[in-house]
Nanobody
C-alpha cells in the first residue's frame, strides 16, 4: 500500500516561514524522484519542487530562492522549507512521485498553507 502523509501546514503572515513534511515508505524514497505540488481554490494543481534520489533539485520559477526541497538522512521523509511566504502561496500542498501523479494515483489529504495578515 502506497501512502503519502503531509503535515506542517498552517496560518502564517506574509514574509513568514513554514516547513512542510511528507512521510512515505523507504522504498519509495530510495527509488524515486519526489515532488511537492500545490492546488489553490479554483486553480489546477501545479508542481512546485522536485528532488531526485541523487539530490538534484528543481523549482517552478515562482518559488525559486524562497523554497527548498530536501530529504532526511534516512530518505524516508520529504521536506519543503518555505521562506518569504506570499499570499499567492496559499494552497493545499501535496507530495507525490511524478509517475504516480501522472496517473492520478496515491494523492494524500495534503496540508493547508494559508498566508494572510
Amino acid at each position: 500500500q502506497v501512502q503519502f502523509v503531509e503535515s506542517g501546514g498552517g496560518l502564517v503572515q506574509p514574509g513568514g516561514s513554514l516547513r512542510l513534511s511528507c512521510a512515505t515508505s523507504g522504498r519509495i524514497f530510495s527509488m524515486s524522484t519526489m515532488g511537492w505540488y500545490r492546488q489553490a481554490p479554483g486553480k489546477q494543481r501545479e508542481l512546485v519542487a522536485l528532488i531526485t534520489s541523487g539530490g538534484t533539485t528543481n523549482y517552478v520559477d515562482s518559488v525559486k530562492g524562497r523554497f527548498t526541497i530536501s530529504t532526511d538522512n534516512a530518505k524516508n521523509t520529504l521536506y519543503l522549507q518555505m521562506n518569504s511566504l506570499k499570499s499567492e502561496d496559499t494552497a493545499v500542498y501535496y507530495c507525490n512521485t511524478p509517475p504516480f501523479a501522472a496517473l492520478g494515483r496515491y494523492w494524500g489529504q495534503g496540508t493547508q498553507v494559508t498566508v494572510s495578515s
